[in-house]
C-alpha cells in the first residue's frame, strides 16, 4: 500500500478486511480494518505507546482523536471517559467509516465520526490525542496542527506522539516556538510522546 492513500480522502487501495486486537491493561476491544487506512494489519507502536501513557481523559467534555484512522485511540478514549464525548477525525472516508463500525460494535455511543470541515465540530476540547499523518510533509502538518491546537479549550491539553526517525524532536521544538507549553512525557523504542499543557499558556493570555 502506498503510504499516501491513508490520508487520501477516498483511498484507491483494493479492500482487504482485517482485524486488530487492542489489548491493554484497562480494555480490549476487536476493531475492523481495511487496506487504504493507517497501520491496517496490527495495533502501530506508536498509538500503543499514546494508549498506553498518556494521561487519563477528562471524564467529561469534548475530546479530539485527530486522525482517528479506524479508530482505536477514539474507542479506547471513549471507553475510559463514557460520560465525554469523543469526535474522531480523519479525512480519509473509508477509515471514518470502519471507525464507527468499531464504535458501534464496542457500544460506544459517545463516538462521533467526522470530516475535518464538518459543521458540528466543537470549537473547544477538552483534550487532544493524536499519532499525527507525518508523511503529509512537515508545512502541511504544522499547518494542521496550528489548526487544532488552537481549539484547546482553556487549560486542556494535548497529547502527541510521533517517532524520532520521522522528526519528532523538530517537532517539539516547533511548537515551543509557537509558544505551546510542551514537554517531552516519555520515550520508548523511538518514540516520543509530548505533551502540550495549555494551564500556563492561558495564564499568560488570560485579559
Known sequence: MSAQHYFAARPEAAHHPGLV???????YLELRTDSGVFSPGRLDPGTR???EEAPAPPSEGDLLDLGCGYGPVACVLARRAPAATVWAVDVNERA???CAANAADA???NVRCRTPDSADIP???AGIWS???VRIGKAALHDLLARWLERLAPGAQACLVMGRNLGADSLHSWLAAQGW???R???RSGYRLLLIDDTERAAVTAP
Open 131 to 133: 499519532n499525527p499523518p
Open 107 to 109: 457500544g460506544l455511543g
Open 123 to 125: 470549537r473547544r476540547f
Open 49 to 51: 505507546f499514546l494508549l
Open 21 to 27: 486486537r487492542v489489548v491493554l491493561p484497562d480494555t
Open 96 to 98: 471514518l467509516d470502519l
Open 185 to 187: 512525557l516519555a520515550a
Open 181 to 183: 507549553p510542551v514537554t
